[in-house]
C-alpha cells in the first residue's frame, strides 16, 4: 500500500457501511498523529473549513457561543468553497435565537425555531429569503417490551397507537410545521409507506377496546409516560389526553433530564413510554430500521425479532437500495403488527435570511447538518 488507501474487512455484507464512515464519527486518522489510548489537542482534518475560534453557550451566564471558520486553504476535495469566514452562534433559547434574527446580529436563521415563531414570518417581506423542506426526522412513541409493564401487552400497544391523533398534535401544538406520519421512514426516503394506517384503520377502537378487555385486561391501565424539554410539554400533555380519553390508560407523565435520559429510565423500569425525536444518521432507510428496530436499539425498547433482523440484513445486501423498497416496506409492516416504536410526525425545515444570501434550499443535507459552503452573499 502507499499510505494513502485503507481497507475495510467486514463479517457480513453491509452497503450502509460507507455512509456510517463519511462522517465525523468516522474519520479515518494518522496513527503517527493520534495516540490510541490518549486525548490529543492537535486537530487534523480534510474539510473545507478550519476553526479558527470556538467558545461553547455558557448555560450559568446564558452567554452565547460561537465558532468562526475559515476556508481550508490546504482542502482538497470536490465542493466549491467561498473565500470568506462563516460564524456560527449557539443560542440557550429559541427564544435567543429569534431575538438575535430580529435585531440583525444573524444573517440566516437555521436555528430550532418555535412553531409560533414560523408562523410570523411573511413569506412576501421583500427583505428576506424563505425555505421551506420536508424533513427527515422522525418524532416517535417509544413503549417497553418488559414484562412487568403493562405494555408488555401488544394489544394495548396498538391501542395506545390507535388513540394518538396524529392530525390534533400536528395542527393544535405544531401549528402545521410538522406533518403527521405514518411510517418510521419517512416521505422522501425509498420504503416509506403507510402502514401504521393501513393497519390501524381496519380496525374501530371500540372494537380494540373489547377485544383488551375480552383478555381479562382492567381499564384504565396506569403508565408512566416520559418526554424531555419542556418546549415539548403541550405536546405531551395532548398525547396524554388523548390516551386516557377513551379510558383506556390513566398517564403520569415525567419529563425527563434530556432526550438521551429516556432510553435508560425505560431501562430500569422508571418509565413504560416516552416521546423521543429521532435524526437520520445518513441518508439510507436503515438509519430508521436497524437503529431503531433492532433488539440492541439505543431506544431500550427490548423488541425482539428474528423476523425483522432477517429481512434488515437483507435489505444491507441490496446495492441498489432502489430495489430494496419492498423489503423495508415489509419490516414496517411487522414494526406496526408490535408497535413497539410508533411514528407521530415527520419534521419540516425552515431557514430565513437576508435578501442578501442565497443557497438557503442547500443548507442542510439528509442528516440535517449544514453544508455551509452552499451558502453564498452577493
Not at 405536546?235 to 433530564?257: H, I, K, P, R, Y
Not at 423495508?328 to 410508533?342: H, N, P, S
Amino acid at each position: 500500500m502507499d499510505g494513502m488507501d485503507v481497507i475495510f474487512e467486514l463479517s457480513e455484507p453491509d452497503v450502509t457501511f460507507p455512509f456510517k464512515i463519511a462522517g465525523g464519527v468516522g474519520s479515518i486518522l494518522d496513527r503517527e498523529e493520534y495516540a490510541e489510548d490518549e486525548p490529543t489537542e492537535i486537530a487534523v482534518g480534510s474539510g473545507p473549513y478550519r476553526m479558527t475560534e470556538f467558545s461553547d453557550y455558557d448555560e450559568d451566564s446564558d452567554t452565547t457561543g460561537q465558532a468562526v471558520l475559515e476556508p481550508n486553504p490546504d482542502y482538497k476535495g470536490a465542493l466549491k468553497v467561498s473565500d470568506y469566514p462563516v460564524t456560527l452562534k449557539f443560542f440557550g433559547t429559541s427564544a435567543a435565537l429569534e431575538e438575535a434574527w430580529r435585531s440583525g446580529e444573524i444573517d440566516v436563521n437555521g436555528g430550532k425555531m418555535e412553531p409560533e415563531d414560523i408562523q410570523r414570518i411573511d413569506r412576501n417581506d421583500l427583505d428576506i429569503r424563505y425555505s421551506e423542506t420536508t424533513g427527515l426526522s422522525i418524532r416517535a412513541l417509544v413503549s417497553t417490551m418488559d414484562s412487568g409493564s403493562p405494555m408488555a401487552d401488544k394489544e394495548l400497544r396498538k391501542l395506545a397507537a390507535m388513540l394518538i391523533d396524529r392530525d390534533a398534535i400536528a395542527r393544535d401544538v405544531r401549528l402545521h410545521t410538522v406533518e403527521p406520519a405514518y411510517s418510521l421512514i419517512p416521505v422522501g426516503v425509498t420504503g416509506h409507506g403507510t402502514p401504521y394506517y393501513d393497519l390501524y384503520s381496519q380496525e374501530s377502537v371500540d372494537d380494540a377496546i373489547d377485544d383488551v378487555m375480552a383478555s381479562g385486561t382492567s381499564l384504565p391501565v396506569n403508565i408512566t409516560l416520559g418526554f424531555a424539554a419542556s418546549v415539548n410539554q403541550p405536546e405531551a400533555e395532548l398525547v396524554v389526553q388523548q390516551l386516557e380519553a377513551e379510558g383506556v390508560f390513566n398517564v403520569t407523565l415525567v419529563e425527563g433530564d434530556t432526550p438521551g435520559a429516556l432510553p435508560g429510565a425505560m431501562d430500569k423500569k422508571e418509565l413504560d413510554a416516552y416521546l423521543i425525536g429521532w435524526r437520520p444518521d445518513f441518508t439510507d432507510p436503515d438509519t430508521y430500521t436497524d437503529a431503531l428496530l433492532s433488539s440492541d436499539s439505543a431506544l431500550a425498547h427490548g423488541l425482539e425479532s428474528e423476523e425483522m433482523a432477517e429481512l434488515m440484513q437483507q435489505t444491507r445486501s441490496e446495492l441498489d437500495r432502489g430495489n430494496s423498497g419492498e423489503l423495508f416496506r415489509e419490516i414496517q409492516m411487522l414494526a406496526a403488527e408490535e408497535a413497539v416504536v410508533v411514528p407521530i410526525w415527520q419534521d419540516r425545515t425552515f431557514v430565513i435570511a437576508d435578501r442578501s444570501i442565497t443557497g438557503l434550499q442547500h443548507l442542510r443535507d439528509a442528516g440535517g447538518q449544514f453544508r455551509l459552503w452552499e451558502l453564498e452573499r452577493f
